[in-house]
């Protein structure tokens, strides 16, 4: 069993930065790949990005590569995504995801854990 619990959301202008920080409870956090999705008003759930168990491979859905981060340290079962030049169309509640899969987080069915979510909202 892993918890999942997202921090790190607020209201931002755009082009500001924001981090946020998903930490997990459970001793198998370090075997599973982790990932963020979002979910905009009206909008079904999306996928953001996505890491490998041991940080080496990672991946980003094309409107935030360049801008968005996704790391993670197995020592704290943290995992983090950064995000830069924040726009208005980024306003979405963020989901933490973790799947046992090792290598990438595959698709909303294949999520195993779910975090409760965090608002993040970019005005103009």
């Known amino acids: 069993q892993v918890q999942l619990v997202e921090s790190g959301g607020g209201v931002v202008q755009a082009g500001d930065s924001l981090t946020l920080s998903c930490a997990a409870s459970?001793?198998?956090?370090?075997?599973?790949?982790m990932g963020w999705f979002r979910q905009a008003p009206r909008r079904e759930r999306e996928f953001v990005a996505s890491?490998?168990?041991?940080?080496?491979?990672?991946y980003y859905t094309n409107s935030v590569k360049g801008r968005f981060t996704i790391s993670r340290d197995n020592a704290k079962n943290t995992v983090y995504l950064e995000m830069n030049s924040l726009k208005p169309e980024d306003t979405a509640v963020y989901y933490c995801?973790?799947?046992?899969?090792?290598?990438?987080?595959?698709?909303?069915?294949?999520?195993?854990?779910w975090g409760q979510g965090t608002q993040v909202t970019v005005s103009s």
């Open positions: 890491i490998s168990y041991n940080g080496r491979n990672t």
């Open positions: 995801a973790a799947d046992r899969e090792p290598l990438v987080v595959r698709s909303l069915a294949s999520v195993d854990y």
């Open positions: 459970g001793r198998t956090f370090s075997t599973y790949a």
